[in-house]
């Protein structure tokens, strides 16, 4: 039986590289919604459909499922993901799932995001925020560039962002994402992990002996100069939802 923690392992790492993707994308666009038509608006030239998942209200720290939302009288096409996990909760026994409200604090409200957009098959999601609080959308129809498989280089700099951001299974996590990424892997089952993609490369991840990245090393083609680095990531250059 999976737990949260064990969910967000899984999804957080392929999660974030598309918010990432998804960041080059929007850029500093304003949003707009219109919910009506279940369309997210980014400036005049941008929109995607949406399937909405929950809101946080910044006092009291609160998260709260879209479901639960009774007030507010939205379309059920638009809930229909946020059921799915909830649905999904109720089978495996992962409160966060089930529980109309959460007191966000060790899980976040971008935690949830991230692991909901993994379990619905590899989405992205935006943060809409408002007077108060933020509004929590899966997307859909984004640009295809936004959903392809990371560059090695990449990979670097997504596991060291997410490690640096969340507390999380860092072998796991590594080991899922790279599988995602479609990248061919050996491990000794304990210190490393190497992985490949023909063509491009490959990339090693060490682990100490609490399983904690403790190296990344990547090997690419002749006109690129492999990434190396220490697991003490500086402040994060991507923290495009605050």
């Not at 957009?117 to 984004?142: I, K, N, Q, T």
């Not at 690419?220 to 923290?239: E, I, Y």
Request: overall charge negative; proline content about 5%.
């Amino acid at each position: 039986m999976s737990t949260f923690q064990d969910h967000f392992a899984d999804h957080a790492a392929s999660s974030f590289a598309r918010q990432m993707a998804l960041g080059d994308v929007i850029g500093k666009r304003a949003w707009g919604i219109d919910i009506q038509k279940g369309l997210l608006r980014f400036g005049d030239d941008l929109e995607y459909p949406v399937q909405l998942l929950g809101t946080h209200a910044f006092e009291p720290g609160t998260w709260l499922w879209v479901w639960a939302n009774t007030q507010s009288n939205l379309p059920a096409q638009l809930t229909e993901a946020a059921s799915r996990i909830r649905q999904l909760g109720k089978e495996q026994a992962v409160q966060a799932f089930t529980q109309p409200s959460l007191q966000l604090g060790d899980i976040s409200d971008h935690m949830i995001a991230m692991t909901c957009s993994g379990l619905e098959g590899g989405r992205c999601y935006y943060r809409a925020p408002y007077d108060g609080g933020a509004l929590f959308a899966l997307l859909d129809d984004v640009p295809a560039e936004v959903l392809a498989p990371v560059s090695l280089p990449r990979v670097n700099t997504v596991l060291m962002e997410v490690i640096s951001q969340f507390d999380v299974d860092h072998r796991r996590m590594a080991t899922s994402f790279l599988r995602q990424q479609g990248l061919r892997m050996e491990s000794d089952g304990v210190a490393s992990i190497r992985a490949e993609r023909a063509g491009e490369g490959n990339i090693e991840i060490s682990f100490d002996e609490l399983g904690r990245i403790s190296n990344i090393a990547a090997t690419l083609g002749p006109a690129v100069q492999a990434p190396s680095a220490q697991a003490t990531p500086k402040k994060s250059r991507w923290q495009f939802w605050k």
